[in-house]
Nanobody
């Protein structure tokens, strides 16, 4: 099994920046891809960005050019650098990891609020 702990959320003004972190523990050798999803009130959870173990990335169109995902395999941690934040980025952000043997695991979520 894998446990994920997110940190770094908070309240920021539009145009500001935040950096989210997600640290994995447990069967970390089994982790393949990692990523971030978000869910705003009344909306479905949506993909924000993903990164493979080798570093290939994928972004939602709405965050391209503003968000950057990265990972430190030695620390089993994935990061999401969020710049030029907009009010519509307000959501609960969830970390996800995909494992080779056990399926997907989710973090508990961290709140990001962008004020206008």
């Amino acid at each position: 099994q894998v446990q994920l702990v997110e940190s770094g959320g908070g309240l920021v003004q539009a145009g500001g920046s935040l950096r989210l972190s997600c640290a994995a523990s447990g069967s970390i050798f089994n982790i393949n891809g990692m990523g971030w999803y978000r869910q705003a009130p009344g909306k479905q959870r949506e993909l924000v960005a993903t990164i493979t173990r080798s570093g290939n990335t994928n972004y939602a169109d709405s965050v391209k050019g503003r968000f950057t995902i990265s990972r430190d395999n030695a620390k089993s941690t994935v990061y999401l650098q969020m710049n030029s934040l907009k009010p519509e980025d307000t959501a609960t952000y969830y970390c996800i990891c995909n494992t080779y043997s056990y399926g997907d695991y989710w973090g508990q979520g961290t709140q990001v609020t962008v004020s206008s």
